[in-house]
């Protein structure tokens, strides 16, 4: 099947620092890429769609200015979380899918702790 | 938008047979996903469905009926290893967007 990776697999970071979390599919084109944030006990919540050469979408309360969202080529994204602060310490998973499929194929995950 | 209910949480016997609920109302639908959740990791596809009716795989079923906004996840011969979260997703029409219900813990136990 499918292979999503992302690095790094667990962050822990100063308040005020920026972040970046990197998503890679292996051995597909990924023309959409979507990245969610899972609070302790919560779902997955969508934070943007990203598609390849084009501004992500973000959904509704999503600081764009504050996460942002690169998808320069069709196997990377990136996730960079700007003047981190302890609230924005989640589960960031982002997800793949390629032109015409149905499913998403999902990363490991990334931890972030913001001390 | 989305609005998706399942149970927060189930217990089970190993062994035995658990039905996950899912109920949803949508906007617009094209496709209802379950994926199972463990602890710290990332959600792994278990069953897709589109069309109303039963999709069987191996020791996991899923149904769905469009008209009353409802599906179910079955998991037969449960195993300890089936002690996950498993959550509803449903994907938008046209964007391929999917909203997530809040996820259903099994506990299977001995």
Same mark, same amino acid.
């Given at each position: 099947? &499918? /292979? /999503? ?13 920026? /972040? ?23 779902? +997955?919540?969508?934070? &943007? ?12 309360? /999503? ?10 080529? +069709? ?36 931890? +972030?702790?913001?001390? | ?44 596809? @278990? ?50 967007? @999917? ?12």
């Amino acid at each position: 099947g &499918a /292979v /999503v990776s992302q690095h790094p697999s667990r962050v822990i970071c100063k308040s005020g620092t920026s /972040v970046k979390i990197e998503c890679r599919s292996l051995d597909f084109q990924a023309t959409t890429m979507f990245w969610y944030r899972q609070f302790p006990k919560q779902s +997955l919540m969508l934070m &943007a769609t990203s598609n390849e050469g084009s501004k992500a979408t973000y959904e509704q309360g /999503v600081e764009k200015d504050k996460f942002l969202i690169n998808h320069a080529s +069709l196997t990377l994204s990136t996730l960079t979380v700007t003047s981190a602060h302890p609230e924005d310490s989640s589960f960031y998973i982002c997800s793949a899918s390629s032109q015409n499929s149905y499913e998403q194929y999902f990363g490991p995950g990334t931890r +972030l702790t913001v001390t | 938008g989305q609005n998706i209910d399942q149970p927060t949480e189930m217990t089970a016997t190993e062994g035995a047979i658990v039905q996950i609920n899912c109920t949803y109302q949508t906007s617009g639908f094209n496709g209802l996903f379950w994926y199972q959740q463990h602890a710290g990791e990332a959600p792994t596809f @278990l069953s897709y469905n589109v069309l109303d009716g039963l999709e069987e795989k191996g020791r996991f079923s899923s149904f769905l009926s469009r008209s009353k906004g409802y599906s179910y996840l079955l998991l037969k011969e449960l195993q300890m290893k089936d002690s996950a979260s498993y959550l509803c997703a449903v994907r938008d029409h046209g964007d391929y967007k @999917l909203s997530f219900g809040a996820g259903t813990t099994v506990t299977v136990r001995a």
